[in-house]
């Protein structure tokens, strides 16, 4: 599986915007990128996810590079329910469905 | 709608003994896949179901085995339970087996092993 590579930490204050990065150089022109966030005593939560082009949803923002060997997940406003650890994935859609899960990134919201 | 439901939420067994986990999926999707996760680290893959079919399994001895039932509900047994399987086992269910359109997952069993 690819990897991909994320800060171990990260702290924002309240409403402002956040932006998350992730590293994949190895990423294949297969694989999309996919983003999950877990709260506190939860399962993890699917976010956002991509291949080539920017993506918008409802939750947040997807910046893809132009070589796709990086990626930025945009939270536009951030809230203290948006503290949470990040995990950035990368998965090829050619019958490998498996997460791969990395440590993520521990998302610090400051009031 | 229900989202995915685990049971039970909390478990404590003694090493040595067997457990069964259940997952119920978001209704209509036809794909249960189980995750472990240890304290401070990501979730791993242990299987994923399919049809009633197993169509992947990660890295774990053959204590951990599962199955699928007609309904695409799920369950996840672990024999000989270890201290080190100790963790929040997850369930994910979605559409499809084709990952594009995201997994659905369950806040969890927390097993203990003592």
């Not at chain 1, 409403?15 to 005593?41: A, F, K, M």
């Not at chain 1, 993890?44 to 990086?70: F, Q």
Request: aromatic share 10%; with cysteine.
């Amino acid at each position: 599986d690819a990897k991909t590579t994320q800060p171990n930490s990260m702290e924002s204050n309240e409403e402002e915007p956040v932006h998350l990065p992730c590293n994949h150089s190895t990423i294949s022109g297969t694989d999309y990128i996919h983003w999950y966030r877990q709260l506190p005593s939860q399962g993890p939560e699917y976010v956002i996810h991509g291949l080539t082009s920017n993506v918008n949803n409802r939750m947040a923002s997807l910046a893809i590079a132009e070589d796709r060997k990086s990626s930025t997940l945009i939270l536009h406003r951030a809230t203290l329910r948006d503290a949470a650890v990040y995990y950035c994935i990368l998965q090829s859609n050619f019958g490998n469905e498996k997460l791969t899960f990395g440590t993520g990134t521990r998302l610090t919201i400051i009031p | 709608d229900a989202g995915v439901t685990q049971s039970p939420t909390h478990l404590i067994k003694t090493r040595g003994q067997q457990v069964t986990l259940r997952c119920s999926p978001i209704s209509g999707h036809k794909s249960v896949s189980w995750y472990q996760q240890v304290l401070g680290q990501g979730p791993q893959f242990i299987f994923q179901y399919y049809e009633k079919e197993e169509r992947g399994r990660g890295n774990f001895p053959d204590r951990f085995s599962a199955r699928q039932f007609p309904n695409y509900s799920s369950e996840l047994n672990v024999n000989a339970l270890l201290l080190g399987d100790s963790a929040l086992y997850l369930c994910a269910s979605s559409l499809t087996v084709v990952m594009v359109y995201g997994y659905t997952f369950g806040s969890g069993t927390r097993l203990t092993v003592v």
